[in-house]
Protein backbone atom coordinates (compact mmCIF):
# COMPACT_ATOMS: atom_id res chain seq x y z
CA UNK A 1 0.00 0.00 0.00
CA UNK A 2 1.49 3.52 -1.13
CA UNK A 3 1.43 6.06 2.03
CA UNK A 4 1.62 9.87 0.97
CA UNK A 5 2.86 12.30 3.06
CA UNK A 6 2.93 16.28 2.99
CA UNK A 7 4.76 18.90 4.31
CA UNK A 8 5.34 22.87 3.94
CA UNK A 9 1.48 24.19 4.47
CA UNK A 10 1.28 27.17 6.44
CA UNK A 11 0.21 31.07 7.54
CA UNK A 12 1.55 33.03 4.83
CA UNK A 13 0.97 36.36 4.06
CA UNK A 14 -1.21 37.86 0.38
CA UNK A 15 1.33 37.61 -2.29
CA UNK A 16 3.48 35.47 -0.45
CA UNK A 17 4.92 32.03 -1.35
CA UNK A 18 4.72 28.21 -0.09
CA UNK A 19 5.92 25.11 -1.23
CA UNK A 20 4.30 22.19 -0.72
CA UNK A 21 5.92 18.62 -0.79
CA UNK A 22 4.26 14.64 -1.11
CA UNK A 23 6.40 11.97 -0.54
CA UNK A 24 4.99 8.77 -1.42
CA UNK A 25 6.21 5.73 -0.03
CA UNK A 26 5.34 1.87 0.81
CA UNK A 27 4.74 -0.71 -1.75
CA UNK A 28 5.09 1.12 -4.89
CA UNK A 29 4.73 -1.04 -8.12
CA UNK A 30 4.33 2.14 -10.03
CA UNK A 31 2.90 5.35 -9.96
CA UNK A 32 1.04 7.32 -12.57
CA UNK A 33 -0.24 10.84 -12.24
CA UNK A 34 0.08 12.55 -8.96
CA UNK A 35 -1.77 15.96 -8.38
CA UNK A 36 -3.00 18.44 -6.09
CA UNK A 37 -6.36 19.20 -4.67
CA UNK A 38 -7.62 21.58 -2.13
CA UNK A 39 -10.65 21.88 -0.40
CA UNK A 40 -12.17 25.37 1.26
CA UNK A 41 -15.19 25.56 3.71
CA UNK A 42 -18.07 25.53 2.17
CA UNK A 43 -16.88 24.11 -0.89
CA UNK A 44 -16.61 20.86 -3.20
CA UNK A 45 -12.62 19.78 -3.41
CA UNK A 46 -11.24 20.88 -6.83
CA UNK A 47 -7.95 19.82 -8.65
CA UNK A 48 -5.24 22.30 -8.53
CA UNK A 49 -2.93 20.82 -10.31
CA UNK A 50 -2.03 17.65 -11.89
CA UNK A 51 1.14 15.56 -13.32
CA UNK A 52 1.56 12.76 -14.72
CA UNK A 53 4.23 10.24 -14.76
CA UNK A 54 5.96 11.82 -17.81
CA UNK A 55 5.71 15.37 -16.63
CA UNK A 56 2.91 16.62 -18.55
CA UNK A 57 0.77 18.59 -16.51
CA UNK A 58 -2.53 20.95 -15.70
CA UNK A 59 -3.63 23.80 -13.85
CA UNK A 60 -7.22 24.79 -12.50
CA UNK A 61 -7.29 28.27 -14.25
CA UNK A 62 -7.38 29.98 -10.79
CA UNK A 63 -3.90 29.36 -10.24
CA UNK A 64 -2.57 29.35 -13.78
CA UNK A 65 0.95 31.23 -13.41
CA UNK A 66 1.02 31.40 -10.06
CA UNK A 67 1.17 27.72 -9.18
CA UNK A 68 3.94 25.32 -10.48
CA UNK A 69 3.42 21.35 -9.77
CA UNK A 70 6.65 19.40 -10.81
CA UNK A 71 7.59 15.96 -9.82
CA UNK A 72 10.89 13.89 -8.98
CA UNK A 73 10.25 10.23 -9.93
CA UNK A 74 13.35 9.19 -7.95
CA UNK A 75 12.49 10.20 -4.76
CA UNK A 76 8.35 9.63 -5.53
CA UNK A 77 7.90 13.20 -4.65
CA UNK A 78 5.20 15.68 -5.84
CA UNK A 79 5.84 19.25 -5.44
CA UNK A 80 3.52 22.30 -5.39
CA UNK A 81 5.41 25.61 -5.81
CA UNK A 82 2.19 28.19 -5.04
CA UNK A 83 3.56 32.19 -5.62
CA UNK A 84 1.69 35.26 -5.58
CA UNK A 85 -1.14 33.23 -3.16
CA UNK A 86 -4.61 34.75 -2.40
CA UNK A 87 -6.75 34.90 0.34
CA UNK A 88 -8.84 32.88 -2.07
CA UNK A 89 -6.12 30.13 -1.82
CA UNK A 90 -6.82 29.24 1.55
CA UNK A 91 -7.89 25.44 1.77
CA UNK A 92 -6.86 22.16 3.09
CA UNK A 93 -4.48 20.75 0.50
CA UNK A 94 -4.20 17.11 -0.57
CA UNK A 95 -1.74 15.43 -2.36
CA UNK A 96 -3.15 12.43 -4.36
CA UNK A 97 -1.27 9.68 -6.85
CA UNK A 98 -2.74 7.00 -9.46
CA UNK A 99 -0.91 3.69 -9.57
CA UNK A 100 0.46 3.41 -13.07
CA UNK A 101 -2.61 2.58 -15.56
CA UNK A 102 -5.74 3.29 -13.08
CA UNK A 103 -8.04 5.94 -13.82
CA UNK A 104 -8.78 7.00 -10.55
CA UNK A 105 -6.59 8.41 -7.61
CA UNK A 106 -6.89 5.74 -5.26
CA UNK A 107 -3.84 7.38 -2.74
CA UNK A 108 -4.44 10.16 -0.84
CA UNK A 109 -2.40 12.32 1.74
CA UNK A 110 -3.57 13.25 5.06
CA UNK A 111 -4.06 17.08 3.85
CA UNK A 112 -2.25 19.95 4.95
CA UNK A 113 -4.05 23.90 5.81
CA UNK A 114 -2.76 26.97 3.44
CA UNK A 115 -3.91 29.91 4.79
CA UNK A 116 -3.40 33.45 2.96
CA UNK A 117 -4.11 36.51 5.21
CA UNK A 118 -2.91 39.86 6.67
Known amino acids: QVQLVESGGGLVQPGGSLRLSCVAS????????MGWYRQAPGKQRELVAH???????NYVDSVKGRFTISRDNAKNTVYLQMNSLKPEDTAVYYC????????????WGQGTQVTVSS
Open 26 to 33: GRIFSIGA
Open 96 to 107: AAREGGRAVYNY
Open 51 to 57: ITSGGNT
